[in-house]
């Protein structure tokens, strides 16, 4: 539960007393209740939150209530499904409050770097908000997208886009490690490849700082969450027909990278040793 007033005042509530001090460190104010965040704006109200998709959102955003009135507004800045993000904006506009939402790309590195700001929202909430945007977002980094759910539609997009990129590289830079002609270092392929190469790219220039670190990426686990917004993309292309093949491939790759061991590799197993007596290894 992560709640983000902004506008006059820089007031925070987070259920992580450790999150909370890390930003009065900054300079923001503390609160012990949302309500209390709200008790403490001057209307129009602008609270932000910033808390995982489905429940936990529908939860802030009852908890913001009671403190909010006519005019005010909520932004989502999560990564929340479309759907949802339609659907609570009409129940929010029935009370007379702008539900906003904010998809935002840019990770750890936005604190430093700015955000990429994709926003969904009324021409009037966006014009309320838009100094917000301003202050978060590097110049010409933000843009109003349409309606609400717009903005997280987006955002839905731009991870698909993302899960494709990362498999790319990912293949790319294992055929590269696994090369028995050459002992290859991936560092060094990385770093050129960021200086003039059609495939640099910020997520590159990632992978070049990860590879300095340890180039056999020796303490990490071969394990991939997915957050939903691939499965939310690909369930969108299904639903309008659009082939979509490299994010759906790169969203199933990711579920592969969470079994031990694969029981359909060891049903292929089984059944090439049946019918041609290929050898097979057993546990």
């Known amino acids: 539960l992560h709640?983000?007033?902004?506008?006059?005042?820089?007031d925070l509530f987070d259920r992580s007393a450790e999150a909370v001090q890390k930003y009065v460190s900054l300079g923001a104010t503390p609160a012990n209740t949302?309500?209390?965040?709200?008790?403490?704006?001057?209307?129009?109200r602008i609270a932000w939150i910033m808390v995982p998709s489905g429940k936990p959102v529908d939860d802030t955003i009852a908890s913001l209530l009671p403190g909010l009135s006519k005019g005010d507004v909520i932004i989502d800045g999560g990564n929340s499904n479309f759907h949802d993000t339609m659907r609570r904006a009409a129940d929010l506009q029935a009370k007379g409050i702008h539900f906003v939402d904010s998809g935002t790309s840019g990770g750890i590195w936005g604190l430093a770097n700015g955000y990429c700001l994709m926003i969904g929202a009324s021409p009037e909430a966006f014009k309320l908000c838009e100094p917000i945007f301003k202050t978060l977002a590097p110049s010409d980094g933000y843009a109003h997208m349409g309606p609400p759910g717009a903005g997280h539609y987006v955002k839905m997009i731009h991870n698909g886009i993302e899960y494709g990129m990362l498999q790319a590289y990912a293949e790319g830079y294992e055929i590269l490690h696994a090369s028995r002609a050459f002992k290859l270092d991936l560092h060094k392929i990385a770093a050129v490849w960021n200086r003039g190469s059609v495939v640099r790219s910020w997520l590159n220039e990632l992978a070049e700082t990860a590879f300095e670190k340890d180039g056999e990426l020796s303490d990490l686990r071969g394990y991939v969450e997915d957050s939903g917004e691939g499965r939310w993309t690909v369930q969108e292309a299904i639903d309008l027909d659009v082939p979509a093949p490299v994010i759906t491939l790169s969203l199933l790759t990711r579920l592969r990278s969470r079994q031990a061991d694969s029981f359909s590799a060891k049903v292929i197993?089984?059944?090439?040793?049946?019918?041609?007596?290929?050898?097979?290894?057993?546990s």
Do not use: C, M, Q, Y
């Open 269 to 282: 197993a089984a059944l090439r040793n049946e019918f041609g007596g290929h050898a097979v290894k057993k």
């Open 34 to 44: 949302p309500t209390e965040i709200t008790s403490k704006l001057k209307s129009p």
């Open 3 to 10: 709640s983000f007033p902004t506008r006059r005042s820089s």
